[in-house]
């Protein structure tokens, strides 16, 4: 078994070592394959999330949804490990958190079960969709109080066949994974 800490790590570094060219073509398929899927186009209410650093961004996808006048609604980080989910728009200013992520400041708090799409990150996955998060728990904590269709998106590199880490009995699954850096069959 190989430790959280190592995976994390390894797909950080995974990540940090892509090309500006290979990053914009990533985010490009990340707009293209997660805007095609039938549970996207159905989707009134999406929770995405503020990419940071070396995560494959989401600017371009928070971008589309708005223009598809979806709700677009991004995390807040509470106390306690939990966090809420608030709306967005075009106007909306950002807060850096003490975690160094940006946050929307104002918007009305939506509540898990009227969202129906979240785009949970990671760093890790499996076909099946077992994750390895950033380790802070907090869409652990979070994604059972919701219905909404869970995607993720990864690349090749951060993709396990199974999982070589344990699994514990808090970790929650996304219903689907998408490789943004292969092509889909």
Known sequence: MTTKLVIREQALANLAGMTEMMQT?????????????PTWEQAQVVALTMS????LSTELLIQIALLQNKT??????LPK??????T?????????HK???????????VSPDEIDFV?????????????IGFGGGYYDRWLPNTTATKVATTITKNLYEQ???????TDQRVDQVIVLDKESK
């Open 88 to 96: 967005i728009d075009q106007d909306t200013v950002y807060d850096r």
């Open 99 to 109: 975690f160094g992520m940006l946050e929307p400041v104002g918007g009305r708090i």
């Open 81 to 86: 490990r939990q966090m809420e989910f608030t």
């Open 72 to 77: 677009v609604v991004l995390p807040r980080v």
């Open 25 to 37: 073509y990533l985010m490009q398929n990340m707009v293209k394959k997660v805007t095609a899927l």
């Open 163 to 169: 999982p070589t880490w344990s699994i514990e009995a």
């Open 119 to 131: 785009l949970v990150p990671g760093l890790a996955f499996t076909p099946n969709g077992d994750r």
């Open 52 to 55: 940071q650093d070396d995560e």
